[in-house]
């Protein structure tokens, strides 16, 4: 069975940078059918797309505008997991993150998605 | 970025009744687009993608079409465990975006 497992800081402080992981079982992350985003969710309940990270002969990644400079997608292969680095956080970025799993062979819709991990910025 | 306007943002309905969501999007989305169910506490789970194609075990009971930049999720025969938030999902270009969500409750 196919899990998307996270595991993150709970709370953080403004100006800090935010660091998750994700592990995924029973699917390779250098997959080359696969690509693996990060979509928060704000406490008002709106889905918003980070960004993504995904190997084809090469590992590369896309983000979000809105998030340029500040964030940043990463594999580690041997150890199956995916990482967001998020800096110079401010109680906007308070949510739920989530990684997800698009195995669309191209890029499109997110079949499998982790458990999500809640984020607090504050002091 | 492809903006989604997704209505209504909440709905009441009793059990066996039959309930349409729409998202407009502002730009054409080919067949491009995905809908999730999501329920309290849990992460969202793929319903539809391609517009229109069922994901492996979900209830025939879901069903969705598209007419030019507008998208339908239909429930027929809405069953309690149906209840939960409804968000639409534009793939078409980056940015990903989603619609603000339909939350469904049973009356």
């Known amino acids: 069975q196919i899990q998307l497992q996270q595991s993150g800081p709970g709370l953080v402080k403004p100006s800090q940078t935010l660091s998750l992981t994700c592990v995924v079982s029973?699917?390779?992350?250098?997959?080359?059918?696969?690509?693996w985003n990060w979509v928060r969710q704000s406490p008002s309940g709106g889905l918003e797309w980070l960004g993504r990270?995904?190997?084809?002969?090469?590992?590369?990644?896309d983000y979000a505008p809105s998030m340029k400079g500040r964030i940043t997608i990463s594999a580690d292969v041997a150890n199956h997991q995916i990482s967001l680095e998020l800096k110079s956080v401010t109680p906007n970025d308070t949510g739920v993150y989530y990684c997800?799993?698009?195995?669309?062979?191209?890029?499109?819709?997110?079949?499998?998605w982790g458990q999500g991990t809640p984020i607090i910025v504050s002091s | 970025a492809v903006r989604i306007t997704q209505s209504p943002s909440s709905l009441c309905a009793s059990i066996g009744d039959r309930v349409s969501i729409t998202c407009r999007a502002s730009?054409?989305?080919?067949?491009?687009l995905a809908w999730y169910q999501q329920k309290s506490g849990e992460a969202p789970k793929l319903l539809i993608f391609?517009?229109?194609t069922l994901h492996i075990g979900v209830p025939s009971r879901f069903n969705a079409t598209k007419s030019g930049t507008d998208f339908t999720l239909t429930i027929s025969f809405l069953q309690s465990e149906d209840i939960g938030t409804y968000y639409c999902?534009?793939?078409?270009?980056?940015?990903?975006?989603f619609g603000q969500g339909t939350k469904l409750e049973i009356k």
């Open positions: 999902h534009q793939y078409y270009n980056e940015p990903y975006t």
């Open positions: 730009h054409s989305l080919g067949s491009y």
């Open positions: 391609g517009a229109s």
């Open positions: 029973g699917d390779s992350v250098s997959s080359d059918a696969a690509a």
């Open positions: 990270t995904y190997v084809r002969s090469k590992w590369y990644q």
């Open positions: 997800a799993r698009d195995n669309s062979g191209w890029f499109g819709w997110f079949d499998l």
